[in-house]
Each structure stands twice: as C-alpha cells, then as structure tokens.
C-alpha cells in the first residue's frame, strides 16, 4: 500500500497528526476543515465494526447500532469529556428515597411517527428491557425492581437497595425510548419509533441500515440530510473504505491499517483512551501465583515499553495499573512499569519459586496479536528464570478451566464500562471475594468494603477516591500484570466536520455532525 | 431414469440427514457452553450471569436430551418449518434464503468467469500440448492454485478500488461491487477448469474417431471443432458441478473481506454462536443443492460421455 502514497499524502498526514494532537489520551475530536461550512444536503456513510444479530433486541448489543445511528435516545447520557451524566431525554433527576430515583421527562418531544413522549410511554419502553429473556447487563430485575410513570411528566425507577448509580445505568444503551408501537409480538421495530436526530428508512441485512434526517428533532437542526450505517466486521475493509472515499468514518480500525491511513490523504485518524487493558490475569488462588512475591516477579520483569512498541506498532501505551490514565477514578498519576530485572530475580529466590515448576499462559485465539504477546512474555520470564509454555484457546473452551481455578497465566482484555460509564460492575465482578467472574481468584476484605462503600456512594467524586483506592489495592497486590492500554481508533474523511470520538461507540451521529460540500 | 432418480433421492436424504445431525452435534462437541456462545454473540463481552444462561437454555429447549432436540428440529423441517433463530429469534427461512440467492448470484458469476476463461486457455493448451503457449498456461494456471483468498482479495482492493477507483472495495449493492468477490473466487477454478480442458482435449484428440473423422474428409478445424473440443469439455460439466456445491457453503473468507452477506458468512456466523437452527437450516438447503446440482452433472455427462455410452441406469 505504501507504494502509492504521494508526497501530499505525507504533508496530510502530518497535518492530520497535529490536528488529532498526535498522541492518544481521552476523546478526540474530528477538528475538520475549520473554514469549511456544513451542506445540509450531504448524506454520510458509517461503516460500523458490528452488525445487529438480536432483530433490534433493545437488551441486546444492537441497541448500540441504533444509538450510533443517532436514532435511538436514553433518558440520560454520558458526556466522556466532562466524565458525568447529562440529561437526555430527561432533563433532571433526583433520589427521591434511599430507593427511588424520579425522573423529570423532556417536554415537547415526539417519537418519530408523531406520538409524544410521555412518562407513560418511558415506563412501558423501560418495562420492556426488564423482561428480556436475556437480560441487559445494565438494567435488570438485580438491581432495578421496577418502573412506574408517577405523573405526566416523571417516571421513577426503583431499586432493591440503595444505588447511586441509577442515572449511569439510565445512559446506557440498552435503555433506549422506542414508541409504545415499537413493541409489537414480542419483537422490536425500531423504524420510525425513535427520538433521535435520524429516522431509520430502510434495512438490508447484515448490511447497512439507511436513515434520513428527523426533521422534527427536539435537539435542534439536524446537519445532515440523512446517512447509511454499514456493518462491516473486516478492519481492513473499513480501513480500506475510509481511504477510498466509500466511507466517511470508519469506527475502529485495526492496528494493521494505521499507518497506511495517517499517510492517507483526506483521512484523519481519531484515538482515545479505551476501557480496555490487555491484561494477564495471574491465577492468585494456586500457588506458584498465590504468593504475591512471584507476582511481582513477574511483573517486574516485563518490558512494557518494547511491548508496545512492537506487538502494539506504537498503537497501545504501556499500562500503568488497572485503569487508563486518562480515566477519572484512576486517581494520581502513577508512574508507568519498568522493567527491572534483578529485584524481579530478587523477589522470585524470597519466595522459594524453583524452575522445576514452570508456567503456563493461555492465549485466546479471539485477539490474533495476544500470541506474539506471550511470546514476549515468555522470553520475558525466561530471562528471570520462569520456564513458560504457552497454550492458545478459543476463549470458550479455556473459560471452564479458569474460572474453576485450574491454570496459571491467561492473556485477555475486558471492557471495563461494558455495562454503564462507571467501573463498579467491573470492580465488583472481577475482583470482590464474590465476584462472577473474579478470573484472577482474588480475595481481599479490605478491597472489598472499599467496592462496598463505594457502591453506596452517591457523591461522584469520593466514589472515584475509593475506586483509585482499590485500584491501587489491586496494583499493590499485583494481582495481576496489566500490560498495555489499548486505544479507540476511528477515522473520518477530513470533510466531516463536528465528529467527536466516542471510545465505545454509542455516539457517532448527532444533530451536529456535518459535512462540508467539498 | 427411474433407477438413477431413485438411488441419487436416497443419496440426497442420507446427505441431509448426516451433514444436519453433524452440524447439531458441533456446538456440543467443541469446547464451551452452546448457551453462553448464543448470549455472547448478543451482547460482546465475557462476563455472563449464571441465571440468564439457565433461563435461556430453559426456554430454547437446550436442557432436553440431545435426540429429542435433533428429532424435535426433524419433525418440523419435515412440516416445512426450519424454526427460529436461537440468537435473534427470526425464521431460519428468512435468513437462509435471503443469502443463498447472494450466494448463488456469486458463485454464478465466479464460475461464469473461470468458464470464460479457462475454455480458450484449456483449448489453445491442450490442442498444442508441450508448445510455449500450453506451458505458459499450464505455469500461469498451477500458480494461481497458491494465492489464497485472502492475500489475493486485499491484492484487489488495493489495485481496483485504491489505485485505480474504478470498483467498490466491499459491500453487496450492483453488480460492480460483485466482481472483486467473483474475481477473488474464481481465480482457483480457472486453474481447475483449464488443467481439466486441456485434459480433455488431449484425450478426445487421440481418441480414434478423429483420424477416422479425418479419413472421411473432415478438415484438421472440422475435425477439432466437431469431435475434439465437444468430447473435450465433457470432464468440465462434472467439475463445474463439484465447484459449484463447494463455493455455496465454502466463499466465507471472500464474504467476510468483501461484506458480501452470503451463505458462508451465515453458516461460520451460525456455528460460532451456537445457532443451530440457522446452521442445520444452512446445511440442510446446502447438502440439498450441492447433491442436486452434482446429480444434474452426473446426468449430463452419462449423456454426453460415450465411455458411459449415455446410460442413466
């Protein structure tokens, strides 16, 4: 590909590179061409890296495509800039009870066949995600008992025990309004049922969704005359549309493609923070690993650095705890890992550990790079005298053996803000005593009434204080050794004008996204 | 007739049987739960809560004996009802036909041009065997049996689509955004096709009615237009036919670089979430057209063929 790259192509991309800030921290925005002005007759293309498999299931991830969309709407939203909840399509919130939260609905605003939003309608779309079969990992009958329409205008959300976290879960999009006449048969329709700022007009399967502009968008004017949201799972497809024009922002692209697109002319290249550390998870719960020492071992003894700069092409930054450092609740800022071999050498004879017993890492084959990234680590450990063999799996089949506690190492990443723009779920599942899904088999009281107190904790930044504290818990503990934070990288075409990043992609298309005629 | 229907109807029902009760058996035979896969391919991410993964396996009928579940599926395929979708609930009918007539409308037009192409090539290399012509073909042709699709289709983007501008690089719209897919899937056939024409051409050339063709005052060009290249091609009918049912269920690597929304895509879709229905469903009306496809063939060339001497018994 690098063959055809032109001298302008390189000046491109070294603009491109000053305008993105040319480093990766939190959410970027398209700056775009600062003179150029919107054409309200253009049209967009968005090539997504998903497609929707549920039939629009709103407690399924195709509540995600929607919102992307800019069809679907939530009572709240997340702002990742601001790192808060803002209103949506609610405009205040209050906790009327230790359990009760109420929710003030947006007055004038209509679905898009003409019905208005009314409290009723939002306690019946809500009450329709709480029966899923499958339910959301957001909203669920564990921790929401109910949804009820008080007046007119305010609809409460009820909780079996007190949680602050209510409007967090009120922004995710699994808990998108549709139209009472969406629910229909026990299936979803979302045509023509949204809110938001794109009406969707057509389907074709595991293809494309098209969407023309709602003119009666209770946000404001709407930029576009309307857009197409492709669903392509290749990378290097989407990567390979943004560069030819076919599309005009393509939502996470592969390491493998971003040097080709910032040389590319007409491209720029969007990244941010994402919720996701490629970490490996050390089984804390059979020894060699249960002996914190031979943890610290091991992380003393990887080279982040050259991780990065190699599996990663420059495209993850070294991790410096269990969080990104650009995340609110990572608290200070922590210096990154250094490799240092002789105190890992040190800390392995303190605890006994002989090569007689060597390691083994589980690679999951979902994530094609974590095999060169144990054989980084393996080399890695060699050099302190750890013998490492490395096992790929599928995720599936090695899933039993660790959550029963029978291996050593596993290399995965998880989405820290899979469920809500906050880690309490992550923080609580992975790591307490009693955690669903504690892969590492780490029990620690202290942690544990720290998640607690946390989860209780209305006040948004002492709940933060007590999530770095448990991060800093986890990071002393060496539970486990977190390796690189992994980037979102979008790219747009350089005419997209007011396209801000969002790292999980439920915010692509707004009201205010435009393209310029040229 | 009657006797070649009949055992080529028994073949069809044995194929579907066995190739629908293997496909329902892989979800339970490969490592990790089937019900965890269907609640995964709905919402990404690992962790998955224990009572959504019972409740779910409960109302799909998962927990029931797995003869139960295979015969239960059986008895409404054989009602004309393929089910619903485990993973989206939507009839298996109407997300299997739908990609087979992508399928079909590509595999037609990758097999369309390997016909296209490697006829003259077969022609030309196996009228003149061991000339420069025949053993250029025969390099070109063996080589293309070594690129894989999946260098050869980022090949063709990066010319047709990046370079040049002139093709879509993915998608399923018009009949532009067919011929980088039909391009990619064809070029192995070609290499078939023409290793089999020239084949044949050799050997219908050196049958004995052609010097006895010639004896009664045929031409050389009459001589290999009438009884050289017809015989000659008769090894491709069968060919095209094997290629044909490979491609239906087998393009998904072309499907996925291309987002083309086809058979392949839906079968490897189907079988890594666990979606039985759709996958049993697939293969049902895959086994179903690739024997009916290949009997056609069979029925052609026992037609055609004079070392069959035309018979269908």
Known sequence: MRSFLRPPALIAAALTLALSGCGFSGTQTQAGQAAATADTNQRIVVDNFRAPVANWALESDAAYILSLSGCLETLTSYDQAAGKVIPMLATEWKQSSPVDWDFSIRQGVSFQDGTALTAESVAAALNHVLDAKVPARAFNRTMISNVTAVDGQTVRVSTPAENPLVPYRLASVNTGILAPAAYKDGAVDPFGHCTGPFTPVSEKAKQSLTLDRNEHYWGGDVQLAGAEVRFITNGATRAAQVQTGEADISLSIPVSSLSTLKSAPDVTVLGADSPRTATLYMNNGRAPLDNVDVRKAIRDSLDLDALAASVYEGAALPATGPFAPSEPWAGEKSEEQKQDLDEARKLLASAGYTADRPLEIIAIVERAEFADVAAVIQENLKNIGIPVTIQSKEYAAAEPDVLAGNYDMLLSQRNRLIDIADPIGFLTADYTCAGTYNLSHFCDPEYDRTITEAAKTVDTGRRYELYAKAGKILKEQAVNAWLVNEQATDAARTNVLSYVQDPLSRYVLTAKTAKSGS | ?313
Do not use: C
Request: glycine share 8%.
């Open chain 2, 1 to 313: 007739m009657i006797p070649f229907i009949a055992k080529r109807t028994a073949t069809l029902v044995a194929a579907v049987a066995v190739s629908s009760f293997a496909v329902f058996l892989i979800p339970y035979f490969t490592p990790g739960d089937p019900v965890r896969k269907i609640i995964r391919s709905r919402v990404a991410g690992d962790a998955v809560d224990n009572g959504s993964v019972q409740a779910l396996g409960e109302s799909l009928g998962l927990h029931d004996p797995l003869a139960v579940q295979y015969f239960r599926w059986l008895g409404d395929v054989l009602s004309g009802d393929m089910g619903l979708s485990y993973v989206s609930r939507t009839a298996v009918a109407g997300q299997v036909l739908p990609a087979l007539t992508v399928t079909l409308s590509l595999v037609t037009m990758a097999l369309g041009i390997a016909v296209a192409v490697s006829l003259p090539l077969g022609i030309i290399a196996g009228l003149r065997p061991g000339s420069a012509p025949d053993k250029t073909i025969t390099a070109v042709t063996q080589a293309l049996i070594a690129m894989p699709e999946y260098w050869v289709a980022p090949v063709l983007v990066l010319v047709f689509a990046l370079k040049l501008s002139v093709l879509p690089s993915a998608g399923w719209t018009d009949l532009s955004s067919a011929v980088l897919p039909a391009l990619t899937l064809a070029l192995r056939p070609i290499s078939y096709f023409t290793s089999a024409v020239r084949a044949g051409i050799i050997d219908a050339a050196a049958a004995d009615h052609v010097p006895a063709a010639r004896a009664r005052g045929l031409s050389h060009a009459q001589s290999v237009l009438r009884h050289v290249i017809p015989n000659g091609l008769v090894p491709l009918s069968t060919l095209f036919a094997v290629w044909f049912a490979g491609l239906l269920g087998g393009s998904v690597i072309v499907e996925v670089i291309f987002a083309v929304p086809g058979m392949g895509r839906l079968l490897f879709d189907a079988v890594i979430n666990s979606d039985i229905p759709v996958a049993q469903g697939g293969v049902v009306v895959v086994v179903a057209l690739a024997v009916g496809v290949t009997t056609l063939a069979d029925f052609v060339h026992r037609l055609l063929s004079p070392a069959v001497g035309g018979s269908l018994a």
